[in-house]
């Protein structure tokens, strides 16, 4: 509201008197009375209308009707770049007259005094008002507004995603008021709110028009890692990532860029249309029905890997034509590993068609099949009594599986790994990946399995047991374990022998123990069940029955030693002759 006033000039000034350059009947105190009255009163710190008289770079001149106009910096005015000379303005009179006399005026501080006011309005009645861009700040820019400075959001500034905030600096746009924070007095304002009010009715109508199997052009609006967003023309539609292309992409920036225009095609949309469905790769014949007619089982291909998981590998043939290459037709073994150990992601191949099935669009390769089976011909390279190196793969309580070549395993049965050490668990014998040598046994070529010897690579030392181990002998051993039950003694001559605990008596009623060296008599020895039973204490207990034996048979008989006895005791000189008469019996009967 203007607080100008409109004031009536004096009725009887002579106006015929002033054309004519006389002022006889007024005085020049009445004449200056009477042209101040003619000018506004014009009071300090109050807001009124002026009229915009000149604009420039620099400065606007205004007109309030005081005696002199007064000058603004036109940077007061940034916010409205259309300001032209006849604009009413409001503005805030700071000084009547400075030192030099001029009138100070201010735009600024005009439209802040009733700012909130015009501001709140603004938000109460969705009005469009004008706002300057004044800066970026974290998030969006800063927005003069009525001078009040507002939040613009980067989400706000367009329909489409910002890249580039700056070009917006120094801008005067449109902008409706969305938020008013009353006790912070902040206010955050959108232009994307008219925006979306223009595109509505034109969203509207596209969507009304949406058909199936439609094909539209628009325009990449966003690229993400599952998909791309193309505007329509106010309304936006999603290309899934898996409708891109025939082949796999792993980037859709691959495929589109943004701000491209591409034509899509609309697959489906729910019922009220607010989720659109688009598709790209649709537009291009499938590559399977472009597939050489000629390709056939059996053939080779090349591809590319494109995925890889531990069951297989895909390879792609032609963009958008796979084949699954299952681990099991990656080797001849039939040691089913994880595919990762045999091919990588872009490793280039060569294979085997397996299968090839056009109506569902499957096919299955091999790339074993570039190798010759080992089995066809497996009597030919490993024939029975044959002698190899193999590769310890894994341990089994019963044996040690091997390896002679891929593809080709076998079997070493526990009872086959030594002629003379028994062997608890393979385990102790070797260890896996280590070589073994090994003799070829038993073929079985429908189950693709050897049985193979290790202890076969040597002669058999029983049959050299059998003739010195025999029952009887006397043999040097050692005590190499003791357990409960008794103790294993391995022999100077070779092989192992097993001894009871009353059989490890000493001959000084001690027991022997580990590691003492000792003679010891064959009892027993089996040579089917590859049995030597031993025993210490009859090498000595023997020795002395034998000497008590001796003994006894060079003694003279208890009944004539008594009668000895009883005759000697009554036995004068006399009797000497038949005494002597008597022994010479003896000696004869002995």
């Known amino acids: 509201m203007s607080n100008l006033k409109n004031v009536e000039p004096l009725q009887d000034f002579n106006w015929e008197e002033f054309e004519n350059g006389s002022n006889t009947g007024a005085s020049k105190e009445d004449l200056q009375k009477a042209y101040d009255e003619t000018l506004n009163k014009v009071s300090e710190h109050q807001v009124v209308d002026g009229k915009v008289i000149s604009v420039d770079k620099k400065e606007v001149v205004v007109n309030i009707g005081y005696k002199s106009d007064g000058i603004i910096p036109a940077s007061e005015f940034r916010y409205n770049p259309d300001l032209k000379v006849g604009d009413i303005v409001e503005v805030y009179v700071e000084n009547q007259e400075d030192k030099k006399g001029q009138l100070i005026l201010s735009h600024k501080k005009a439209r802040l005094s009733k700012s909130w006011e015009r501001v709140n309005n603004a938000l109460d009645n969705e009005e469009i008002i004008q706002g300057y861009i004044k800066c970026r700040t974290k998030g969006g820019m800063i927005v003069d507004v009525f001078g009040i400075e507002a939040f613009l959001p980067g989400s706000q500034i367009d329909v489409h995603p910002i890249r580039d905030y700056d070009v917006f600096v120094g801008k005067t746009m449109e902008f409706k008021v969305v938020k008013i924070n009353q006790e912070f007095r902040n206010v955050v304002v959108s232009h994307k709110a008219l925006i979306e009010a223009e595109l509505e009715a034109q969203k509207k109508e596209i969507i009304s028009k949406l058909e199936k199997g439609q094909v ?309 020895f089996v040579k089917e069940t590859k049995r030597i039973i031993l025993s210490h204490s009859r090498t000595f207990e023997e020795e002395k029955e034998d000497r008590k034996a001796t003994a006894r048979k060079h003694a003279p008989k208890r009944e004539e030693a008594t009668a000895i006895n009883n005759v000697a005791a009554g036995t004068t000189l006399g009797d000497i002759d038949v005494l002597a008469e008597l022994k010479a019996k003896m000696e004869k009967g002995q």
């Open 216 to 524: 539209l052009e628009g325009t990449v609006k966003n690229i993400t890692t599952y998909g791309v967003f193309v505007d329509l023309g106010g309304v936006d539609g999603l290309i899934h990532i898996t409708d891109l292309s025939w082949g796999r992409v792993s980037d859709p920036h691959e495929v589109v860029k943004l701000d491209e225009k591409i034509n899509v095609v609309i697959l489906d949309f729910d019922d009220e249309k607010k989720r659109i469905a688009l598709g790209l790769k649709q537009l291009t014949p499938h590559p399977w029905d472009a597939l050489d007619a000629e390709l056939k089982v059996g053939d080779h291909v090349k591809g590319k890997v494109v995925v890889i998981a531990d069951y297989g590998a895909f390879v792609e043939i032609a963009p958008g034509v796979e084949g699954l290459i299952h681990v099991s037709e990656m080797s001849w073994s039939q040691h089913l590993r994880s595919a990762q150990e045999f091919l990588h992601v872009g490793d280039e191949v060569e294979a085997v068609i397996l299968t090839l099935d056009r109506d569902d669009r499957k096919m299955s390769l091999g790339i074993k099949q570039l190798k010759e089976d080992p089995w066809e011909t497996i009597e030919v390279k490993y024939p029975i009594n044959s002698k190899h190196t193999a590769k310890v793969r894994n341990f089994t309580n019963f044996g040690i599986f091997v390896e002679l070549e891929e593809g080709v395993d076998g079997l070493i049965h526990i009872s086959d790994l030594s002629w003379t050490k028994k062997v608890k668990h393979p385990s102790e014998f070797t260890q896996v990946g280590a070589p073994i040598d090994v003799v070829v046994l038993e073929i079985d070529k429908d189950n693709r399995r050897l049985s193979l010897g290790h202890k076969q690579l040597e002669d058999n030392p029983w049959d050299t047991y059998e003739t010195l181990y025999t029952p009887g002998s006397v043999h040097i051993g050692k005590i190499s374990e003791m357990m409960e039950k008794g103790a294993v003694i391995t022999l100077n001559e070779g092989g192992e022998g097993f001894a009871t605990p009353k059989h490890l008596e000493k001959e000084d009623g001690t027991r022997a123990q580990q590691g003492e060296e000792l003679p010891f008599k064959v009892i027993e």
